[in-house]
């Protein structure tokens, strides 16, 4: 047959993240040789300002969904988090999501020199981060941090704090992990208690045409039932609450005694305290996980 054409971005998280993907479609098929695509997406060129101002995450699979459209590709490797649940960039009615593997630990990391939590942090430390979401709930907890904007590839935030641009930096530990970056004296998981993640942090998403059968049966195998249910259920809510690009919201949903646990934030639109949260457990959680945000 054929080789399989995968297409991803060109960062060095996009890569490892679809370099695991290729490697484990070649251990259950061995016969099938893949092919990497690399494309440059709208949101890697914008390096000078958040993407919420420019049209938000969706800027990171435009490009690929339209070169699956094209037929320019056979699938894409995205990250979850970055596929828009509203206001899509690209019509959808021809994609479709075949398969979501495990998910990573959705948690963030904060990463410093000289502090491992957020408790440490001194008065008016600098932290670094591009998140809407993350800078509404540090403040929620630190109300005297001064949050810094920061873009680039995870290894070049790195290096701008080890130059001392910053006290902290705040980035997401799945991608840290996948791209072999991860340094346990130098970066600390955040307790979901304090940072909850966006929602589909941690999980990939196997984007492909809805007509393409060969292709959803050899990504189908890796779909992991479990971290789809989980999150679909963290992106039902965005969808409930008409959430967008500037909606600063973490929705974090995990199965624990075979139930649904569903815990949620969401901060003002432009990325302030206060902030409302969320949880709930078991059969009607999305509805009630909803029903709390609306009406807190």
Request: charged letters at 20%.
């Amino acid at each position: 047959m054929p080789a399989l054409r995968l297409g991803t971005r060109g960062s060095l998280l996009a890569r490892a993240q679809s370099a695991l993907v290729a490697k484990e479609i070649q251990r259950l098929s061995p016969a099938i040789e893949i092919q990497t695509i690399i494309l440059k997406t709208t949101g890697d060129q914008i390096t000078d300002r958040p993407l919420y101002e420019s049209g938000g995450k969706g800027l990171f699979v435009k490009e690929l969904e339209q070169a699956l459209l094209d037929n320019a590709i056979d699938f894409a490797v995205h990250s979850c988090k970055d596929v828009p649940v509203t206001m899509p960039l690209t019509d959808q009615s021809d994609l479709i999501i075949a398969g979501i593997p495990q998910r990573e630990d959705p948690r963030d990391l904060l990463i410093s020199s000289t502090v491992a939590t957020l408790g440490q942090l001194p008065k008016g430390a600098t932290v670094a981060t591009g998140s809407l979401r993350r800078r509404c709930q540090l403040l929620a907890l630190r109300p005297d941090l001064k949050i810094q904007p920061v873009r680039g590839n995870i290894d070049t935030r790195i290096r701008k704090l080890k130059s001392g641009e910053f006290d902290a930096l705040i980035l997401a530990q799945a991608g840290i992990t996948r791209a072999g970056l991860f340094d346990p004296s130098l970066m600390h998981p955040i307790p979901l208690d304090d940072l909850l993640p966006a929602p589909g942090q941690g999980a990939l998403a196997l984007q492909c045409r809805r007509n393409d059968d060969s292709t959803q049966a050899i990504l189908a195998p890796l779909d992991h039932s479990p971290t789809r249910t989980a999150v679909e259920a963290e992106r039902a809510i965005v969808a409930a609450l008409r959430c967008d690009c500037h909606s600063p919201i973490a929705v974090f949903a995990q199965f624990k005694d075979g139930s649904l646990h569903i815990q949620a934030a969401l901060g003002q639109r432009d990325g302030n305290p206060p902030v409302k949260t969320a949880i709930a457990h078991g059969p009607g959680a999305i509805d009630q996980v909803v029903r709390q945000l609306s009406n807190a």
